[in-house]
């Protein structure tokens, strides 16, 4: 098993649902935490409980990327994992959705899990080892009504982090991706904890054990994929 203790990573969309979970999960366990999001009172609440590292970051923004790597190495004077979590969606009809809605979507779920690991994998390769997980969706593998924009980026997210994971291997890199199902989350400008969703939906919580699962496994172990699902969801 790998020990987390002590392990500097970064979460990237950690102020809120999936990503802030992982983060206090990971805490617990002892990792150093970086935790990376734009809402800055968020991410103080946060860290006030990690006792980790917040970063107000953007991360469809190549400077911010870069920041946020320069600031953990000069925080902790390292790094061992990336958890790429931050994305966004909205779900319509083809005709309905602007193009800068496309953009948003494709700018953060697509772009942003790029330039976080285009930012980290140097690291890591010098050092000969790492983790980078990235939060993918089930819809990563079906497509489904109204999720042009969505299911496409995660698609193309998908691409991207198996393309890397056979990139890096060679460097001794890890790279895991999860893909939730339906999770109880603030996403799409929904609230979570209503009693509908707690039927219906996966916790938070579920996929920050996910993460803390693939991260555990052995050196020698990497878990390529690892989808979940509620109970009451078809799949
Ligand atoms: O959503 P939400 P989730 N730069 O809205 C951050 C995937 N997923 O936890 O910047 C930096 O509660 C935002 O922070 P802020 C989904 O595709 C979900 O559900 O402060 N951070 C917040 O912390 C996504 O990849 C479901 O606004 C940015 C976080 O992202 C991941 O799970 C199902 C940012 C979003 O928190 C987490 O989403 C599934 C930026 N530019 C996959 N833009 C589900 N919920 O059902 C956003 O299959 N963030």
Redesign the pocket.
């Known amino acids: 098993m790998t020990d987390l203790t002590d392990q500097v990573a970064i979460v ?9 979970a992982v983060a206090l999960l990971l805490a617990l366990q002892g990792a150093k935490v970086v935790a ?4 800055e009172e ?2 103080a609440e946060l860290t006030h409980k990690t006792q980790g590292l917040g970063l107000v ?5 190549e400077s ?1 990327a870069l920041q946020v790597v320069e600031n953990t190495l000069l925080h902790y004077g390292r790094l061992d994992i990336l958890v ?6 909205s779900f319509n009809e083809l005709e309905n959705f602007t193009s800068s809605e496309w953009d948003r979507i494709f ?3 697509v772009k ?1 899990t790029f330039l976080m690991c285009k930012a980290v994998v140097p690291h890591l390769k010098a050092r000969r080892k790492g983790h980078i997980v990235g ?5 990563a593998r079906r497509t489904f009504v109204h999720g042009t924009a ?1 299911g496409a980026s ?1 698609f193309a997210q998908d691409a991207m982090l198996g393309s890397l994971r056979k990139e890096v291997r060679p460097h001794g890199i890890k790279v895991s991706t999860i ?10 400008d ?1 609230k ?1 904890g209503s009693a509908e969703a707690e039927k219906t ?2 916790r ?1 919580s579920d ?1 920050a054990q996910a993460v803390r699962y693939v991260l555990e496994a052995p050196p020698h172990v990497v878990v390529d994929e690892l989808m979940l699902h509620p109970t009451t969801q078809e799949w």
């Open positions: 990237t969309g950690a102020s809120r649902g999936i990503g802030r990376v999001a734009r809402s968020e991410l970051a953007d991360v469809t923004m911010d790429c979590n931050a994305g966004v969606g700018d953060t779920n942003g939060i993918s969706s089930d819809v969505y995660k893909y939730p199902g339906l999770v109880d989350t603030y996403f799409n929904t979570p939906h996966l938070p996929i």
